[in-house]
């Protein structure tokens, strides 16, 4: 996480936002927004594989701030050519962060972070302030690494996972230009 903090200050103009993305599966449209040579998709989620899970169970609400996949779902749920951020990746996203508002739906990174919580053994575990992703990267013991962001302390967390969890899904794919 050191690396993290390092570059706070760093100039967010590679940033270009309000473009979109539209799911051709359920024509669900996503804003993006692109950093150096990411697309991001700058929304929760919110394709409905069989297996996701809505906020408080109520499917209205999880096409309104996202809904929750385990790894396997989360794997089988991002659209052709989009793919789980790598650790790297995500903390390339990170580090042009000033502040961990930034990150959220009126913040000045694109991101639009939604405060979903997580599941854990399938039971929604309501945590209003936090959310959590998942990395295409595993820890030395196996687990999923996930990313998270505590806005009432104001704190980035690293987690290991396992894969009786479900978060939250944000995915990226590298540009063409």
């Not at 024509?27 to 906020?55: D, H, M, P, V």
Request: glycine share 8%.
């Amino acid at each position: 996480m050191e690396n993290l903090q390092k570059n706070k200050e760093e100039d967010l103009s590679d940033l270009n936002r309000n473009e979109f993305f539209i799911d051709e599966r359920d024509g669900r449209q996503y804003k993006t927004f692109r950093k150096g040579q990411l697309i991001w998709i700058a929304e929760n989620y919110c394709f409905n594989s069989g297996t996701s899970l809505s906020y408080m169970n109520d499917p209205t609400l999880g096409n309104i701030f996202g809904r929750a996949y385990s790894y396997k779902s989360a794997l089988h749920s991002c659209p052709i050519g989009f793919n789980i951020p790598t650790i790297e990746e995500w903390q390339g996203l990170l580090t042009s962060t000033k502040e961990i508002k930034d990150l959220t739906i009126k913040g000045t990174s694109g991101f639009d972070a939604s405060s979903i919580g997580f599941f854990w053994n399938g039971e929604d575990i309501m945590t209003h302030h936090t959310v959590f992703y998942w990395t295409s990267s595993k820890s030395q013991s196996g687990k999923q690494i996930v990313f998270g962001f505590d806005f009432l302390h104001n704190i980035i967390i690293e987690e290991e996972f396992s894969s009786n969890y479900a978060t939250a899904l944000r995915v990226v794919k590298r540009s063409k230009k």
